[in-house]
């Protein structure tokens, strides 16, 4: 069809310039001619370039990257003692004062619960001494009544270093033992220092005397 077109517009102005009543209107509309069939032309060629591409669609618009998921909270770590109370309750662990389980409970998780347990030399020269200021004769009966009495001064003596990290759990008021849970390794340390404390105890592997 812009062919024909074209064609057209070619052969009128061709008669109408053998005119010369006519020849600066023909030129005029010669121009408007060209520059319509050039517009046909372009739009020609972008059909035949769509036909060529046997009408592909567009293509899809990516989809949008997610955002990056946020990262886990980390698990809070253990209040572990420092290396320099470590390495101390590690010296009552040697010596035998300490049981490592104990330690190692103290060591994981900043706390532990164990049984302190009061030397037995320094029960019965504390038991003398007191008998010795009432003026009280050792016997068998007297031993067996002032030991509860003697334990519980002791015991209160040994956990006055730490009051407020050194809490009874239970007391076993007829003997020289008593549970208690220790919330910092430097309370566990002060009790391990005093004179009184043969040692503390892992809870499943005390035997009462």
């Known amino acids: 069809m812009i062919d024909k077109t074209i064609h057209r517009v070619t052969e009128t102005m061709y008669r109408a310039l053998s005119r010369p009543q006519w020849r600066w209107p023909v030129f005029a509309m010669a121009g408007a001619a060209i520059l319509a069939a050039g517009v046909l ?21 990516a989809a ?9 909270t980390p698990t809070p770590t253990p209040n572990r003692p ?4 470590r390495n101390e309750l590690k010296k ?19 706390e532990a619960d164990g049984l302190v347990t009061l030397d037995d030399e320094q029960v019965q020269n504390s038991i003398k001494r007191v008998a010795a ?3 009280v004769a050792l016997t068998d009966d007297t031993l067996v009544q002032m030991r509860p009495q003697i334990y519980t001064e002791l015991k209160r003596l040994v956990l006055a270093v730490a009051p407020d990290q050194a809490r009874v ?34 809870i499943e592997e005390y035997k009462r005397p």
Do not use: Y
């Open 41 to 61: 032309l372009a739009i020609r060629g972008e059909r035949d370039a769509q036909g060529a591409s046997g009408g592909a669609s567009t293509p899809a618009a």
């Open 169 to 202: 759990v239970q007391d076993f008021e007829s003997f020289g033992v008593v549970r208690v849970h220790f919330s910092s390794p430097q309370a566990l340390l002060e009790v391990l220092k005093r004179p009184e404390v043969s040692g503390v105890r892992a």
């Open 64 to 72: 949008p990257t997610p955002p990056p998921s946020a990262s886990p």
């Open 92 to 110: 009552h662990v040697d010596s035998g004062r300490l049981d490592e389980p104990v330690f190692r409970q103290m060591i994981d998780t900043g």
């Open 82 to 85: 420092p290396s320099r109370l």
């Open 133 to 135: 200021s009432r003026g």
